[in-house]
């Protein structure tokens, strides 16, 4: 027994001790932004790509010039504004290098402070950073950061292209920072180019690129010479799909189902009511089974500023699902009862409408009526709610939903946190918005005297939000654990680290925070020493140990496991030299000891924490003394490995000692008299 403890000290040492290099280089790279992969010829295919100008053309020259070292770019910058087509031109810029398509990643502005030590640079990789909806100027720091970043990219043979815009990327900084750096002003592609491309790289749809031209159809001139490429693309997907050169509903679907609009609800009357309230609750729901939508609908007719009566006979007296949904534009699946809106474009549509055509309704009715439906038939399809009102706020903006989100907390029930958390956490992610309403995150995480608005923010973290931001969630989180508004606001902020951790590819970043904020908030400050605590507390079964921080830290692999292992040390070194409440680090440091013994935790890991714990602060101080000297099956193993490992340090001393002193050794019989000094 003594000869397996000591073999555990031993690897114990060497994977925490003995590889500190090593793990001190892994940890600086856990501040890189997440790479994700992305695949420029299925993003973006040549086959539909419109060059945007002659400077688009010398960058990717630039770029394959870079092959036969005539040039050193490594750095190339896209300048234009929103809505111009820079990301899909990043993309075929990376896929004219080299790099095999899946070493392409794409980089989201995952930082609270622009900064170049966070973006990654790996061996052969290719990289676009899509400062896509960021508005502030980069930092100075940022450019000159940037000269040696891009030095060593070109050491790597990787490349990395950023999509900004002029008034984000300083014109004065832009040019000749060095060899290594390209920046370039990109035009916006001509929009009937667009559409020709598009419907010309698929034999189905080749024998339609012309209807844009031909006057004898209702597609020609319908695009602005200004208009975003997206839209004409918008535009190219509903050519492909049209019946015909002549399909009037197609015409109507590009401008915003505008004569549809008028129809249903521009002239009023009580004529039709029924039919407007289905398709309103169509519009919210998306797929949601009929049963849920002509109950949604049935709560808007009964709500209280319109008192719909219902016929004599109640549900009996109504038609089927089908025939109530045939007239509102939906169709019904017999098999799976599911009902969706005929032209799903219809959706977004009919809610712009709403919120700009009928204030007072939208106001006055149906802010209350999402509240409802979201406890009633809707509660559970907040997903498809939340998706609803992302997509609406690309027309209102984000700070009405905001305003919406939040009259909704007032209430503070359960269902109402999950819809509003939900929803934030999809206005963060969002492409274009996700800039603001990240910021308009932060401002609700720092406010305790709004506790339910710090609740939402918690689960916005432990959703979406937190798994593609997940550097600005733990600040997020760490926000309203410095300061929380109530009780349940901190448990919540916890159990959004909590689920961050289980994550293997997010649980060195968690932990590394986590032990940050310990480490730095000073000996008065306690809350982070709890936060700590709750997140790496002990599985209460094996049925929890996929939902365990702390078994999936202790259980993880590799280099990762290193220094997620090397992190809990630091933190557990930190408290018990600073830490006034010896008592509560006993507690904890023995429940891991205790969930080995009962199979809930990895045996080597602790074993080597706790030694290693006892090597460096003392085996007959508290707590490691009391820990270790408990009865139970790992008492006697861990003496051993004490003692051993005390010996080993003690022979290293005394080795280190001896071969520092110049003993000169005389030849002859009486070498065995010559003194060795006293380590």
Same mark, same amino acid.
């Given at each position: 027994?003594?000869?397996?403890?000591?073999?555990?000290?031993?690897?114990?040492?060497?994977?925490?001790?003995?590889?500190?290099?090593?793990?001190?280089?892994?940890?600086?790279?856990?501040?890189?932004?997440?790479?994700?992969?992305?695949?420029?010829?299925?993003?973006?295919?040549?086959?539909?790509?419109?060059?945007?100008?002659?400077?688009?053309?010398?960058? &990717?020259?630039?770029?394959?010039?870079? /092959?036969?070292?005539?040039?050193?770019?490594?750095?190339?910058?896209?300048?234009?504004?929103?809505?111009?087509?820079?990301?899909?031109?990043?993309?075929?810029?990376?896929?004219?290098?080299?790099?095999?398509?899946?070493?392409?990643?794409?980089?989201? +502005?995952?930082?609270?402070?622009?900064?170049?030590?966070?973006?990654?640079?790996?061996?052969?990789?290719?990289?676009?950073?899509?400062?896509?909806?960021?508005?502030?100027?980069?930092?100075?720091?940022?450019?000159?950061?940037?000269?040696?970043?891009?030095?060593?990219?070109?050491?790597?043979?990787? /490349?990395?292209?950023?999509?900004?815009?002029?008034?984000?990327?300083?014109?004065?900084?832009?040019?000749?920072?060095?060899?290594?750096?390209?920046?370039?002003?990109?035009?916006?592609?001509?929009?009937?180019?667009?559409?020709?491309?598009?419907?010309?790289?698929?034999?189905?749809?080749?024998?339609?690129?012309?209807?844009?031209?031909?006057?004898?159809?209702? /597609?020609?001139?319908?695009?602005?010479?200004?208009?975003? +490429?997206?839209?004409?693309?918008?535009?190219?997907?509903?050519? %492909?799909?049209?019946?015909?050169? %002549?399909?009037?509903?197609?015409?109507?679907?590009?401008?915003?189902?505008?004569?549809?609009?008028?129809?249903?609800?521009?002239?009023?009357?009580?004529?039709?009511?029924?039919?407007?309230?289905?398709?309103?609750?169509?519009?919210?729901?998306?797929?949601?089974?009929?049963?849920?939508?002509?109950?949604?609908?049935?709560?808007?007719?009964?709500?209280?500023?319109?008192?719909?009566p219902m016929p004599e006979g109640g549900l009996l007296a109504r038609p089927d699902?089908?025939?109530?949904?045939?007239?509102?534009?939906?169709?019904?699946?017999?098999?799976?009862?599911?009902?969706?809106?005929?032209?799903?474009?219809?959706?977004?549509?009919?809610?712009?409408?709403?919120?700009?055509?009928?204030?007072?309704?939208?106001?006055?009715?149906?802010?209350?009526?999402?509240?409802?439906?979201?406890?009633?038939?809707?509660?559970?399809?907040?997903?498809?709610?939340?998706?609803?009102?992302?997509?609406?706020?690309?027309?209102?903006?984000?700070?009405?939903?905001?305003?919406?989100?939040?009259?909704?907390?007032?209430?503070?029930?359960?269902?109402?946190?999950?819809?509003?958390?939900?929803?934030?956490?999809?206005?963060?992610?969002?492409?274009?918005?996700? &800039?603001?309403?990240?910021?308009?995150?932060?401002?609700?995480?720092?406010?305790?005297?709004? +506790?339910?608005?710090?609740?939402?923010?918690?689960?916005?973290? &432990?959703?979406?939000?937190?798994?593609?931001?997940?550097?600005?969630?733990l600040t997020r989180a760490r926000y309203i654990l410095r300061s929380p508004g109530?009780?349940?606001?901190?448990? %919540?902020?916890?159990?959004?680290?909590?689920?961050?951790?289980?994550?293997?590819?997010?649980?060195?970043?968690?932990?590394?925070?986590?032990?940050?904020?310990?480490?730095?908030?000073?000996?008065?400050?306690?809350?982070?020493?709890?936060?700590?605590?709750?997140?790496?507390?002990?599985?209460?079964?094996?049925?929890?140990?996929?939902?365990?921080?702390?078994?999936?830290?202790?259980?993880?692999?590799?280099?990762?496991?290193d220094a997620i292992r090397r992190r809990l040390l630091d933190a557990w070194q930190?408290?018990?030299?600073?830490?006034?409440?010896?008592?509560?680090?006993?507690?904890?440091?023995?429940?891991?000891?205790?969930?080995?013994?009962?199979?809930?935790?990895?045996?080597?890991?602790?074993?080597?924490?706790?030694?290693?714990?006892?090597?460096?602060?003392?085996?007959?101080?508290?707590?490691?003394?009391?820990?270790?000297?408990?009865?139970?099956?790992?008492?006697?193993?861990?003496? /051993?490995?004490?003692?051993?490992?005390?010996?080993?340090?003690?022979?290293?001393?005394?080795?280190?000692?001896?071969?520092?002193?110049?003993?000169?050794?005389?030849?002859?019989?009486?070498?065995?008299?010559?003194?060795?000094?006293?380590?």
């Amino acid at each position: 027994m003594r000869q397996e403890a000591t073999a555990n000290v031993v690897q114990g040492d060497l994977n925490i001790a003995g590889r500190d290099n090593n793990i001190t280089n892994y940890l600086t790279g856990l501040r890189h932004l997440r790479p994700h992969p992305v695949d420029p010829d299925r993003s973006m295919p040549a086959s539909r790509f419109v060059t945007p100008g002659s400077s688009f053309a010398r960058a &990717s020259q630039a770029i394959r010039l870079s /092959f036969g070292t005539v040039s050193d770019i490594r750095v190339l910058v896209l300048l234009a504004p929103e809505e111009h087509g820079r990301r899909s031109a990043g993309l075929r810029l990376l896929a004219a290098t080299n790099i095999a398509n899946d070493r392409m990643f794409e980089l989201l +502005p995952d930082w609270d402070e622009p900064d170049v030590a966070c973006l990654p640079e790996e061996h052969g990789a290719g990289y676009l950073l899509n400062l896509r909806g960021v508005n502030q100027p980069l930092p100075d720091a940022f450019y000159s950061d940037l000269v040696a970043y891009a030095v060593r990219l070109r050491r790597a043979d990787s /490349f990395l292209v950023v999509t900004a815009s002029k008034n984000v990327w300083s014109q004065a900084q832009a040019g000749g920072l060095s060899s290594e750096i390209l920046a370039v002003e990109i035009e916006r592609p001509t929009p009937d180019d667009i559409v020709r491309r598009y419907l010309g790289s698929s034999e189905h749809t080749r024998d339609r690129t012309d209807w844009i031209d031909n006057k004898e159809g209702v /597609f020609c001139g319908l695009l602005p010479a200004d208009c975003a +490429p997206g839209e004409a693309v918008r535009l190219a997907m509903i050519i %492909e799909k049209a019946k015909d050169i %002549e399909d009037t509903d197609a015409l109507d679907e590009y401008r915003g189902w505008e004569s549809h609009l008028r129809m249903w609800f521009g002239n009023g009357g009580s004529e039709g009511v029924e039919t407007r309230a289905v398709r309103i609750a169509g519009a919210f729901l998306g797929k949601a089974p009929a049963a849920v939508v002509l109950n949604s609908a049935d709560a808007l007719l009964a709500a209280p500023k319109i008192r719909y009566p219902m016929p004599e006979g109640g549900l009996l007296a109504r038609p089927d699902a089908p025939t109530r949904l045939k007239p509102a534009g939906m169709s019904f699946d017999p098999a799976t009862g599911e009902a969706r809106l005929v032209h799903e474009s219809q959706g977004p549509a009919i809610l712009q409408y709403l919120w700009t055509h009928h204030t007072q309704l939208s106001e006055e009715v149906l802010t209350q009526w999402l509240q409802d439906v979201s406890q009633g038939p809707a509660r559970n399809h907040l997903r498809a709610l939340s998706a609803a009102l992302t997509q609406l706020a690309e027309t209102v903006g984000v700070a009405p939903i905001f305003e919406l989100a939040q009259s909704w907390l007032g209430q503070a029930g359960d269902q109402h946190l999950q819809l509003v958390g939900d929803l934030i956490a999809d206005l963060a992610v969002h492409a274009t918005l996700g &800039s603001e309403a990240r910021a308009e995150l932060a401002r609700w995480a720092a406010g305790k005297s709004e +506790p339910a608005r710090q609740r939402a923010v918690a689960r916005a973290c &432990s959703g979406s939000f937190g798994k593609q931001y997940p550097s600005q969630a733990l600040t997020r989180a760490r926000y309203i654990l410095r300061s929380p508004g109530s009780e349940k606001a901190g448990q %919540e902020a916890i159990d959004a680290v909590r689920a961050l951790a289980t994550d293997r590819d997010l649980a060195p970043l968690v932990t590394d925070a986590v032990v940050k904020w310990v480490t730095n908030a000073g000996k008065g400050t306690g809350a982070f020493r709890d936060v700590f605590y709750g997140v790496f507390d002990v599985p209460a079964s094996s049925e929890q140990l996929a939902k365990s921080p702390l078994a999936v830290a202790l259980t993880q692999p590799g280099g990762s496991g290193d220094a997620i292992r090397r992190r809990l040390l630091d933190a557990w070194q930190y408290l018990i030299a600073h830490s006034d409440d010896m008592a509560r680090i006993q507690e904890a440091l023995r429940s891991w000891r205790q969930g080995v013994e009962n199979g809930l935790l990895p045996h080597e890991p602790v074993v080597d924490l706790i030694v290693t714990l006892g090597r460096t602060t003392g085996i007959i101080n508290p707590p490691i003394r009391d820990v270790v000297k408990d009865e139970g099956p790992l008492k006697d193993e861990l003496i /051993f490995a004490l003692l051993a490992a005390v010996e080993r340090t003690y022979e290293r001393k005394y080795s280190t000692v001896a071969e520092s002193v110049d003993v000169s050794v005389p030849q002859g019989p009486n070498v065995e008299n010559v003194a060795v000094p006293d380590a």
